[in-house]
């Protein structure tokens, strides 16, 4: 069984910081690709940050210059180091991972995502 959990949420003004945590556990064998993706009300879920297992990433213009994404491999997290938050970063914050989990003698891979954090942003 593999879980994600996310930390980190809260609310802050407009120009503040905050950092999201997300820590893998279970039986995971190894993990791809992790990222962060994020839902405002009445919108549809759309990617914030992705950072491969070699350290690549890749940003949402939206977020450009403010965000950054990193991970710590042994501890199976990721981050999100959110900068210059704006009433318009406000959503429901979620991680994803592409992953291999032991399952008896087998690894089978699956995409798995954690719970969510709401993060608000008041102007």
């Known amino acids: 069984q593999v879980q994600l959990v996310e930390s980190g949420g809260g609310l802050v003004q407009a120009g503040g910081s905050l950092r999201l945590s997300c820590a893998g556990s279970?039986?995971?064998?190894?993990?791809?690709?992790m990222g962060w993706y994020r839902q405002a009300p009445g919108k549809q879920r759309e990617l914030v940050a992705t950072i491969t297992s070699g350290g690549s990433t890749n940003y949402a213009d939206s977020v450009k210059g403010r965000f950054t994404i990193s991970r710590d491999n042994a501890k199976y997290t990721v981050y999100l180091q959110m900068n210059s938050l704006k009433p318009e970063d406000t959503a429901v914050y979620y991680c994803?991972?592409?992953?291999?989990?032991?399952?008896?003698?087998?690894?089978?891979?699956?995409?798995?995502w954690g719970q969510g954090t709401q993060v608000t942003v008041s102007s």
């Open positions: 279970g039986s995971i064998f190894s993990i791809y690709d």
């Open positions: 994803n991972a592409d992953l291999r989990y032991y399952s008896g003698s087998l690894y089978p891979r699956g995409d798995y």
